[in-house]
């Protein structure tokens, strides 16, 4: 045992004497017991200019003036401070006044402070690197314990980097007690810091691997001062009051706080507008409490390769931002929150999940941002190479997909998505709005949402609008193609869509409640009408473009004299709406003229004034057509249907044959029946022969059993 020499008492009470004092450095190997003097103890009477009210401090363990080294596996301890009307401090277990090295595999402590009925004494610190040098501790550091008094004196320092310098923790760095109050209106000390930095300096807790390292104090490590300090965390740091006290505590925007997967902070983290990196050396991590337990960070970055989980409620809020290139997600019930100025960025190859935008918040996603929810005031931009896959957009938010960027099954509802990019499967509720200048392919547009498709952003190199492809658009949904724009393959189920000059449609299909409006100097092509309205206005560009009819519908044309478009598949029961040709009964009249090549011809309404000549593909005669007002002072054509459970045969459906041994049709009968058969023709069983022209030859009409014949002017008589 080696123990330093205690100071004499009195009113100036002597110096305690270090257990080993080497001024000039060395190294010391110590596997036995070293303990500093005790301070002297002094008056407890003040008297002016005469002191000795001030008690002794404790020796150091071991003081190495010059620098050196120091390898200790037995006990090191600070002398205990002398006793006065102001008590003295406790001495440090080892003092490096110079730079060196210490490896600790025993224990070191500070010297407890001094006492006094009314105020304790401050706890010597387990270490003092005066100079920068380097700890490795694989066991014990402690402060001293305070002073006991009515008033305990606070606990010492574990450790004190006042120049930098780097501390590996594998064992236990502890802060000191606080001193025992004594008497009834009493208090204990505080608990002494765990490591105090003034200058910088390095802190490594624990390993990957290896979670068992302590760092624990009143405050578990705190750095001041300009220089930044950098902390990395693989195992646990602590404050003795639990979440009411601080863990780690920074001054400066120049530190930095790595947390590894698997470490802990038990307490408060105060980042002094430093950085916070979740790094994943340990393994995957799991964190809470950003923006309430940890704030003061400028940066929060999840490290590539890192994997963490927020669980509970996490904020980034104004001045903050968060950096993912590693991967962040929420745990169940878990929410990450970016408002109010911060910042949220996702790096080229990192994942952030769930993270919820708002109020002045910004998330910028290089990586993948999955899950995610965009509301007011808040903004999500997809940049070049990134993904932003089942985001919510409310009011108030906006999704930009920038050039190279591409979202997936966004929902707006109540916000905006501007695409630039690529969108797939956009949803667009009511209120909400998508604008592409970009592709956007597959989505829907519900119900009070509006996708407008728009052409080339005014000053860019863009050489190509937005397009929109297979969108599905709902009642009360709209699609609005401006100039430049382009849609192509959109389902109208009940919802609108408008093509403005400029822009175009291309197989736009139109279901029932469905309305497509091509405007002047719009252009639509190969829209299929089943059962909607198609509104082609005056000047819209189709000229050579087919309008196929599938199972009802009407096509408008407010400017049919014109209309150099081609119309297939027209039948019971669609109707051509001609705005411009006014319907007057007996004098407005319809033909029909067949091509030669029998595939094709033109419909021609005319009011004597206007004149509409209209290219229908198929096979049609004259008197297959109806007039009638359209209730607009226009005119509505219309195929009319047969009587109640006819079919209608049209000539390609009837078989050259034979005179058939059946029920015929008298001769007397054919001689009054317009006939438009060839020789020797017969209608099939169960089904209606519509006649519509004299034959040529004299030839004759068979009706089989079960068959029928229909013409206006003849009954179906036998």
Do not use: C
């Not at 402590?109 to 105020?119: I, L, M, Q, R, Y």
């Not at 920074?250 to 930095?256: L, M, Y």
């Not at 996702?346 to 899950?371: D, L, M, Q, Y």
């Amino acid at each position: 045992m080696i123990t330093g020499g205690s100071g004499g008492s009195g009113y100036d009470p002597g110096s305690a004497g270090a257990g080993i004092d080497l001024s000039g450095g060395g190294s010391i190997a110590n596997n036995g017991v070293i303990t500093g003097g005790g301070g002297g103890d002094g008056s407890y009477l003040y008297r002016a200019n005469a002191g000795g009210a001030t008690g002794g401090t404790g020796g150091a363990g071991i003081n190495l003036a010059g620098g050196g080294n120091i390898a200790n596996t037995g006990t090191i301890t600070g002398g205990k401070a002398g006793s006065a009307l102001y008590p003295g401090y406790g001495g440090a277990g080892i003092v490096l006044a110079m730079r060196g090295n210490v490896a600790n595999h025993g224990a070191i402590a500070g010297g407890s402070g001094g006492s006094n009925p009314a105020v304790g004494g401050v706890g010597g610190a387990g270490i003092v690197l005066t100079a920068g040098g380097s700890l490795v501790n694989d066991a014990t550091i402690a402060g001293g314990e305070g002073g006991a008094a009515a008033e305990g004196g606070p606990g010492g320092y574990g450790i004190v980097a006042k120049a930098g310098g780097s501390v590996v923790n594998r064992g236990t760095i502890a802060g000191g007690a606080g001193g025992i109050g004594q008497g009834t209106r009493s208090h204990n000390g505080t608990v002494g810091t765990g490591i105090v930095a003034s200058a910088g300096g390095v802190v490594t807790n624990g390993s990957a691997g290896d979670g068992k390292a302590l760092i624990i104090g009143g405050v578990g490590i705190e750095a001041f001062g300009t220089r930044g300090a950098t902390v990395t965390n693989f195992a646990t740091i602590a404050s003795t009051y639990w979440a009411g006290g601080t863990a780690v505590s920074f001054a400066n925007g120049k530190s930095v706080l790595v947390l590894e997967g698997g470490s802990r902070l038990v307490g408060k983290a105060k980042g002094g507008g430093g950085t916070l990196d979740l790094a994943g050396g340990g393994g995957a991590g799991t964190l809470s409490g950003l923006g309430s337990q940890i704030t003061g960070f400028a940066q929060v970055a999840v490290l590539a390769g890192a994997n963490w989980t927020l669980s509970g409620s996490n904020t980034i809020g104004s001045g903050g931002t968060l950096t993912a290139a590693g991967r962040l997600a929420l745990a169940s019930g878990g929410l990450i929150e970016v408002f109010s100025g911060g910042v949220e960025i996702v790096r080229s190859g990192g994942v952030a999940i769930g993270t919820v935008v708002r109020n002045g918040g910004t998330e910028t996603a290089f990586g993948t941002a999955n899950g995610g929810m965009v509301t007011s005031g808040g903004r999500q931009i997809v940049s070049a190479g990134g993904v932003a896959s089942g985001a919510t957009v409310t009011l108030g938010g906006d999704q930009t997909v920038s050039s190279g960027g591409t979202a997936r099954g966004t929902v707006v509802s109540g916000g905006a998505q501007y695409v630039r990019g690529t969108a797939s499967g956009t949803t667009v509720e009511s209120g909400g709005s998508e604008t592409v200048r970009g592709v956007a392919s597959g989505g829907t547009v519900a119900s009070g949402g509006t996708e407008n498709v728009r052409g080339v952003e005014s000053g860019t190199v863009a050489s190509v609008g937005g397009v929109a492809s297979s969108v599905t658009v709902k009642a009360g949904g709209r699609e609005i193609v401006f100039s430049g724009g382009r849609t192509v393959g959109a389902i109208l189920n009940g919802g609108t869509e408008y093509v403005s000059s400029g822009g175009a449609a291309s197989g736009t299909m139109v279901h029932s409640g469905g309305t497509e409006i091509v405007d002047s100097g719009g252009t639509a092509n190969a829209t299929t009408i089943s059962g909607g309205l198609v509104e082609v206005m005056r000047g819209a560009y189709v000229s050579g473009r087919v309008f196929t009819f599938a199972g009802g519908g009407t096509l408008q044309l407010d400017q049919s004299v014109s209309f150099k478009g081609e119309i297939a598949g027209f039948a019971v029961p669609d109707q051509l709406d001609l705005r411009d040709i006014e319907f007057v009964a007996g004098t407005t009249t319809v033909s029909f003229t067949e091509a030669s090549g029998k595939t094709s011809g033109t419909l021609t309404v005319t009011s004597g004034a206007h004149t509409a000549s209209l290219i229908l593909l198929g096979s049609y005669v004259t008197s297959q057509f109806t007039l009638t007002s359209d209730g607009k002072s226009g005119t509505l054509v219309a195929d009319p249907p047969l009587a109640a459970g006819a079919s209608q045969t049209t000539f390609e459906d009837i078989a050259p044959a034979s005179p058939y041994a059946g029920a015929a049709i008298s001769t007397g009968l054919l001689s009054d029946l317009p006939r438009a058969i060839a020789t020797n023709e017969q209608a099939r069983a169960g089904q209606t022969l519509l006649a519509t022209a004299p034959p040529a030859g004299g030839g004759s009409l068979m009706v089989p059993a079960g068959g029928a014949d229909h013409h206006p002017l003849l009954p179906a008589a036998r």
